[in-house]
């Protein structure tokens, strides 16, 4: 999906809503252990409740290979079907790939390359191996690198704040200037955590035109309105995600409409927030 | 395997060779392709050739993800048919994973853990999202982490040199650092590429004792006594790694011998540089 495509559907669905797909076995609804494959199943019943409600969808590959086979299986069959849905969906492989050249193009076919890969619209990189580590996945047309910025979780203080000698500048921020000569905002976007909202307008004096993939609303502790208030950007900017908020809302036979109800909440505060900022 | 098995083994084969099984379908001999799993075929071959030369064995895992269901298949019947070696062979998944920690609590699930996850003796973790990152993969008893401090590849220089203007230290040099928190030299190990031969030295003041995983040796440039001579320790303290130099040695019916041959060259050396430093 290409960039203007992904900015009509925001507006179309008035929403910036990524659905992370952390779909673990042990925690999903114990009435759908019945079925064959039980997460495709509850990937399904989330998908179709949500569908209308969310702009992407972000499974996080963790949560697949630890059942090998069977989960790469789940995985599969849910790209499928999303891949059946009106509007298109755009598909985030949440993986934070990154390797030496050679390598990283096998990653880039897995997760990008249509059939028998997974034909995602974007994949999440790690950025800590340089510039030949993410070109690779920067040469399917109309897909994305998400690299890997400022994250969402407490050891993003171990290194992501360390301060280069050379120029006073912290080494997320390194990473977002350097990665300008890999890509542009065409087929590049920036995993930014909402844990970090105060850094938004520092990331923003870098980045002002690129999408960032927020993680971190909900379950992480992150505020939508504090991230919006410095990340928005004319064209909105933003995919905000919320994965557990949303799917694991009710253990019940009733986590589909659950899900809806998390879901709706976020749309109705994104479309306010859309409207307020004369986006919509 | 433990530390104190390892170092045995490394005596015992007079040999600390890593063979990376990084088998791309497109490159193994054409004769194997009327198997129905070739890759699987070609690894059988290529481990039956080596496996007395060899202490690991490195598959990365671009080159099974790439194919999808059927090669993450190819990946599981290998790590069973290298599970029934004696005596036993270090695995390590070269899969450069890190996530936050629930999300890395499931990939350490993924590739330590015990069936139906592959069961691997060990895993390259990515640095960059710290320490919460990187802690799940230290909770297996036996089982190690392989941090990345210095890689091999070009883009190393665009990060991982970065000086820190609290302490002139340099990222990599943090990394090793830091994470001596996060484990020990009984469940850590460092990559340190081949090809950054004049570092070993730094990188041996802040980790004498600890194992390091040197790729770069053969197709990427780096020396093999370059490395030890500043990188080996009184335990050896080293796997270097080779991958296409020995699996892709020849194209022809004759490529398990051809691996064998350039296996046996590297082994040699290293016996001799194992005698020369007293190991043995």
């Given at each position: 999906?290409?960039?203007?495509?992904?900015i009509d559907r925001i507006k179309q669905k008035r929403s910036f809503l990524c659905i992370g797909l952390d779909s673990e076995l042990d925690k999903i609804p114990e009435h759908l252990l019945k079925?064959?494959?039980?997460?495709?199943?509850?990937?399904?019943?989330?998908?179709?409740?949500?569908?209308?409600?969310?702009?992407?969808?972000?499974?996080?590959?963790?949560?697949?290979?630890?059942?090998?086979?069977?989960?790469?299986?789940?995985?599969?069959?849910?790209?499928?079907?999303?891949?059946?849905?009106?509007?298109?969906?755009?598909?985030?492989?949440?993986?934070?790939?990154?390797?030496?050249?050679?390598?990283?193009?096998?990653?880039?076919?897995?997760?990008?390359?249509?059939?028998?890969?997974?034909?995602?619209?974007?994949?999440?990189?790690?950025?800590?191996?340089?510039?030949?580590?993410?070109?690779?996945?920067?040469?399917?047309?109309?897909?994305?690198?998400?690299?890997?910025?400022?994250?969402?979780?407490?050891?993003?203080?171990?290194?992501?704040?360390?301060?280069?000698?050379?120029?006073?500048?912290?080494?997320?921020?390194?990473?977002?200037?350097?990665?300008?000569?890999?890509?542009?905002?065409?087929?590049?976007?920036?995993?930014?955590?909402?844990?970090?909202?105060?850094?938004?307008?520092?990331?923003?004096?870098?980045?002002?035109?690129?999408?960032?993939?927020?993680p971190g609303v909900g379950a992480q502790g992150g505020s939508l309105e504090a991230v919006c208030k410095y990340g928005l950007n004319k064209d909105c900017g933003l995919l905000v995600n919320s994965?557990?908020?949303?799917?694991?809302?009710?253990?019940?036979?009733?986590?589909?409409?659950?899900?809806?109800?998390?879901?709706?909440?976020?749309?109705?505060?994104?479309?306010?927030?859309?409207?307020?900022?004369?986006?919509?």
């Open positions: 999906m290409n960039r203007k495509t992904l079925y064959e494959d039980p997460v495709y199943e509850f990937n399904k019943r989330i998908i179709d409740a949500t569908h209308d409600l969310a702009v992407a969808y972000k499974p996080n590959l963790a949560f697949y290979e630890y059942r090998g086979i069977a989960g790469l299986t789940s995985l599969k069959k849910t790209m499928q079907y999303l891949a059946g849905k009106i509007p298109e969906l755009f598909t985030i492989a949440d993986a934070k790939r990154g390797d030496i050249g050679n390598t990283s193009k096998q990653y880039a076919q897995a997760f990008l390359g249509d059939e028998p890969a997974f034909n995602f619209d974007a994949i999440t990189v790690a950025p800590y191996m340089g510039e030949d580590s993410v070109s690779p996945f920067l040469s399917f047309d109309g897909k994305w690198v998400i690299l890997l910025a400022l994250t969402s979780n407490k050891g993003a203080f171990d290194y992501q704040f360390l301060v280069n000698r050379e120029n006073g500048k912290r080494f997320f921020e390194e990473v977002l200037e350097r990665s300008q000569r890999y890509g542009n905002n065409e087929n590049m976007m920036y995993v930014v955590g909402a844990t970090q909202a105060e850094m938004f307008e520092d990331v923003r004096k870098i980045v002002p035109d690129h999408f960032l993939l927020v994965s557990r908020g949303i799917i694991f809302a009710s253990k019940g036979e009733d986590f589909a409409e659950a899900a809806r109800m998390e879901a709706l909440k976020l749309q109705q505060q994104m479309e306010s927030i859309l409207k307020g900022n004369n986006i919509l």
